[in-house]
């Protein structure tokens, strides 16, 4: 993460004190740890863990050894002060390799982390060496084929992130990739991971869906009803950003099974 990006990350968490205070809670974080399913992770690596929503629900309700990594202070302090094990590193710098022996975790997460990253090779390659030989990659990204994206693009000629707008700069300024749910898809696909599944988070526990209920009780029920009924009935490559499972390991199936939670 360049450093324009980690200075606009401080001051959009400045005025959180802590995780309770944390207003940008995704679906994709309350879907952990319902997505590991029954793969028995015991060693699980969450990558720029950011505020630690991922790994607080992880360590309450999964029996692991969790570490967190990160690069941003605010963020470091949220994790430490939930008492999280923690590690500071870049994941961008190609020069260094992860300060992991080969095959350490059986788990990796990396969550809207991807599109921030120039090296790309260096990161995924680095991922690899560091799982297990039948070890898990949980990644997300934004995907930017999906309709909450498209339809202002298309219809408005509205660009995916304003660099005029407040609440869009930290991504207009820290995004250096623009993911389809496809190109993630193959790309990952092209450092030896074989996709197993992709899942879906029904609008239950979001910042904006928790926001939207206060604000009107029929409103937040049409949203949840109309969102839950095209998770189920579009495929994923229409969702704003499902998080892909992948096991390290060439061949599997085509394409991974879709699961909703």
Known sequence: MNTVAIR????????????ADY????????IFPALFENRQHRTILDMSAGMGVVAQRIRDQYPCSLICNDICPKCLQSLNDLGLQTISFDLDNAAVPFPFPAKSFDAIISLSTIEHLIHLEHFLEETRRILDDN????I????????????PFVLKGQTFHDPFSQADQYEFYAHYRYFTYKTLLQYVRAFGFSPVASYIGKPHGSSYYQRLKRQSKWKSLCFKVVLSSLCHLLPPRWSSEPVLCFRKG???APSPKKIVL
């Open 8 to 19: 606009l990350e401080e001051k959009r968490l400045e005025n959180v004190k802590n995780i």
């Open 23 to 30: 207003n940008m809670v995704h679906e994709r974080h309350r």
């Open 135 to 138: 070890g898990f990659l949980y």
């Open 140 to 151: 997300s990204s934004p995907n930017y084929s999906s309709l909450s994206y498209m339809l």
């Open 250 to 252: 060439s061949g599997g």
